[in-house]
């Protein structure tokens, strides 16, 4: 099965001594292109996007295409709630080249309506201007709190033609899936649960930015390209959910990678301890997952 987007792992953030660290972000970022995987996604809600400040999320993507990740195989995350930092983000992003943008709607004053939401992403598309392109919508309302109706994906194409690439669905909602595949067949849909990837790509998704992909980008390649579910990674996906996602995704990708360093989530999200862990690192074994023992 040929998918127009393909694999994307939300890549999750190295703090070292609270900072990010890219020389770690970098050298996982290419390995995972080196593994299969089409691009990279920074920042988002993996990357603990919303707990990194616009400045230090340019000073990382631009120092992360210093250390030789391609611009051009890079998705960056923006997730803010003023429309002034929203657009500002979006086209740093886009000047340096960045593949997409992952742009998440607004998500402190809530429930919001949709003529709102749409007039918030109007202000930040306008904002940015010309140079607009390749913005992928999040849809994530279990974080947000703010779902993207398919009147809000409409009325958005309907004003900025051509600039909307796709919808990051992460809602975990099957059959709202498949129905946003079915209004929406010309635009890349991208599913952010890996339990039922598959059988979404076999009905027309494009690809998937995701967790998962961290860890084991092989086996989540080749269900999204059989069209086929993979009982293991369900498994997986259920364990993690049983504990903090973001910081069990992060013990994983330390086990794999052998370095502890990998472990460390920023406050507010706990630091999870090896032991935590144990189940889920078991589970591994089943794809012969390697481990690479730090530099």
Same mark, same amino acid.
């Given at each position: 099965?040929?998918?127009?987007?393909?694999?994307?792992?939300?890549? $999750?953030?190295?703090?070292?001594?609270?900072?990010?660290?890219?020389?770690?972000?970098?050298?996982?970022?290419?390995?995972?292109?080196?593994?299969?995987?089409? #691009?990279?996604?920074?920042?988002?809600?993996?990357?603990?996007?919303? #707990? $990194?400040?616009?400045?230090?999320?340019?000073?990382?993507?631009?120092?992360?295409?210093?250390?030789?990740?391609?611009?051009?195989?890079?998705?960056?995350?923006?997730?803010?709630? #003023?429309?002034?930092?929203?657009?500002?983000?979006?086209?740093?992003?886009?000047?340096?080249?960045? #593949?997409?943008?992952?742009?998440?709607?607004?998500?402190?004053?809530?429930?919001?309506?949709?003529?709102?939401?749409?007039?918030?992403?109007?202000?930040?598309?306008?904002? $940015?201007?010309?140079?607009?392109?390749?913005?992928?919508?999040?849809?994530?309302?279990?974080?947000?709190?703010?779902?993207?109706?398919?009147?809000?994906?409409?009325?958005?194409?309907?004003?900025?033609?051509?600039?909307?690439?796709? $919808?990051?669905?992460?809602?975990?909602?099957?059959?709202?899936?498949?129905?946003?595949?079915?209004?929406?067949?010309?635009?890349?849909?991208?599913?952010?649960?890996?339990?039922?990837?598959?059988?979404?790509?076999?009905?027309?998704?494009?690809?998937?930015?995701?967790?998962?992909?961290?860890?084991?980008?092989?086996?989540?390649?080749?269900?999204?390209?059989?069209?086929?579910?993979?009982?293991?990674?369900?498994?997986?996906?259920?364990?993690?959910?049983?504990?903090?996602?973001?910081?069990?995704?992060?013990?994983?990708?330390?086990?794999?990678?052998?370095?502890?360093?990998?472990?460390?989530?920023?406050?507010?999200?706990?630091?999870?301890?090896?032991?935590?862990?144990?189940?889920?690192?078991?589970?591994?074994?089943?794809?012969?997952?390697?481990?690479?023992?730090?530099?």
């Amino acid at each position: 099965m040929s998918l127009s987007f393909g694999i994307s792992p939300a890549l $999750v953030t190295p703090f070292v001594d609270g900072k990010v660290d890219v020389t770690r972000l970098a050298g996982h970022a290419k390995e995972c292109l080196s593994r299969g995987c089409r #691009s990279a996604t920074i920042f988002g809600t993996t990357g603990e996007g919303p #707990s $990194v400040g616009a400045l230090e999320r340019d000073r990382v993507a631009n120092e992360l295409i210093g250390l030789g990740f391609p611009a051009d195989r890079l998705v960056e995350g923006v997730i803010a709630c #003023s429309p002034e930092e929203a657009a500002t983000s979006t086209s740093q992003a886009l000047n340096r080249g960045a #593949s997409a943008v992952l742009l998440a709607p607004p998500f402190y004053f809530r429930p919001a309506p949709d003529d709102a939401v749409c007039e918030w992403y109007t202000a930040v598309f306008e904002a $940015v201007g010309s140079n607009l392109r390749d913005i992928i919508l999040y849809h994530i309302p279990g974080m947000t709190g703010v779902p993207l109706s398919h009147a809000v994906i409409s009325t958005l194409r309907e004003r900025f033609p051509g600039a909307i690439r796709g $919808v990051k669905d992460s809602a975990c909602d099957p059959e709202a899936t498949f129905a946003l595949i079915k209004a929406f067949p010309d635009i890349e849909i991208l599913v952010g649960d890996e339990t039922y990837l598959g059988r979404a790509c076999a009905a027309g998704a494009a690809g998937s930015i995701c967790g998962v992909a961290n860890i084991v980008p092989e086996a989540v390649i080749a269900l999204a390209e059989s069209g086929q579910d993979d009982p293991r990674i369900v498994e997986l996906v259920r364990e993690i959910c049983r504990h903090p996602i973001i910081p069990m995704v992060k013990a994983l990708v330390a086990h794999v990678r052998q370095d502890r360093a990998w472990a460390v989530a920023r406050p507010p999200l706990p630091t999870l301890d090896a032991q935590s862990a144990a189940r889920a690192i078991a589970l591994l074994d089943p794809f012969g997952a390697p481990t690479k023992a730090v530099a």
